[in-house]
């Protein structure tokens, strides 16, 4: 089983701040299936990322993911007061799929 | 526009069973590899198992923590995912989610279902 580690578990900062979340699988990732996410209290997962660098439809371009193999990043260029929130990356390149344990973006 | 709609959630006792279902449009779901996906109240999310199509085999894979007490199943007629929970436990308790990956377009959720087990 692949085990996803993200990092920070809190980051605190401040709207217009840069933001950038990390991913780290166990082993490598197949076909680099890497999904980032974002959640709010009370609603289902709202796909941010898809394989690693594709954006989702209709998400800002301040929104981004890069890497590949083990290590993994979602960048928010400048936040958004609504971009506070938790984020979680989730791998289905081997079964069974797994997610990270999130990471929370709070206010500073 | 993809579409999953989850049902059958509820109050169950520990050791009940229940079916849940996902009714799915705007896609093939013929060939289509579906999941499922739960979140604990207050707790991170967990992949629970999914099921390939029947040109892929129609196989299933499941998390540890439910391997021998939930299963998959579809029906293609109607397109539909299901998941038959037996002897639950307490800590299954969650909102329960029926996901679909596309490529090109990622992957779609259910707006899910609570499934409540409790004496």
């Known amino acids: 089983e692949i085990v996803l580690t993200q990092s920070p578990a809190t980051l605190s900062l401040s709207p217009g701040e840069r933001a950038t979340l990390s991913c780290g699988a166990s082993q490598s990732v197949t076909s680099n299936y890497l999904a980032w996410y974002q959640q709010k209290p009370g609603l289902a997962p709202r796909l941010l990322i898809y394989d690693a660098s594709n954006r989702a439809t209709g998400i800002p371009d301040r929104f981004s993911g890069s890497g590949s193999g083990t290590d993994f990043t979602l960048t928010i260029s400048r936040l958004e007061p609504e971009d506070f929130a938790v984020y979680y990356c989730q791998q289905s390149g081997s079964s069974p799929y797994t997610f990270g344990q999130g990471t929370k973006l709070e206010i500073k | 526009e993809v579409q999953l709609v989850e049902s059958g959630g509820g109050l169950v006792k520990p050791g009940g069973s229940l079916r849940l279902s996902c009714a799915a449009s705007g896609f093939t779901f013929t060939y289509a590899w579906m999941n499922w996906v739960r979140q604990a109240p207050g707790k991170g999310l967990e992949w629970v198992g999914r099921?390939?199509?029947?040109?892929?085999?129609?196989?299933?894979d499941y998390a540890a923590p439910v391997k021998g007490r939930f299963t998959i199943s579809r029906d293609d007629s109607k397109s539909t995912l299901y998941l038959q929970m037996n002897s639950l436990k307490t800590e299954d308790t969650a909102v329960y989610y029926c996901?679909?990956?596309?490529?090109?377009?990622?992957?779609?959720w259910g707006q899910g279902t609570l499934v409540t087990v409790s004496s």
């Open positions: 099921i390939k199509s029947k040109t892929d085999g129609g196989t299933t």
């Open positions: 996901i679909n990956y596309k490529s090109g377009s990622g992957w779609s």
